[in-house]
């Protein structure tokens, strides 16, 4: 006997036939620009301020959204990435003000897969 109940399934079925039917570049646009606003926030970028800021979590955020636009950015075409790219680098800048301790040139959060951000 299953312990999942049967809406459960049909809902995972669905969902997995609504996920199939985006394209690829619809789905890494969309992760982007949700690691983009999350970082926005744990960087204390939105009207609640500092509210939510935490450095750490925003690190993290950064890294992973400018590994995840290394890797995609020949599978999503300038048109998307370039957009992507500017705001990548409007965290990176950010990140670098709200430190209290500056990291080296190159050693920020993506600057592994971006190189040197600077103003």
Do not use: W
């Amino acid at each position: 006997m299953s312990e999942t109940p049967p809406n459960e399934s049909a809902d995972f079925d669905t969902m997995a036939r609504d996920i199939a039917e985006v394209p690829a570049v619809e789905v890494i646009v969309t992760v982007a620009v949700n690691l983009m606003s999350a970082a926005a926030v744990k960087l204390g970028l939105t009207e609640e301020g500092d509210q939510y800021k935490d450095l750490d979590e925003a690190r993290k955020l950064v890294h992973a959204l400018a590994g995840l636009l290394d890797a995609g950015a020949t599978e999503i075409s300038s048109f998307h990435a370039a957009p992507l790219r500017d705001g990548l680098k409007s965290l990176q800048l950010a990140f670098r003000e709200a430190s209290i301790v500056p990291d080296e040139p190159g050693q920020g959060p993506g600057e592994k897969y971006t190189g040197a951000v600077f103003g």
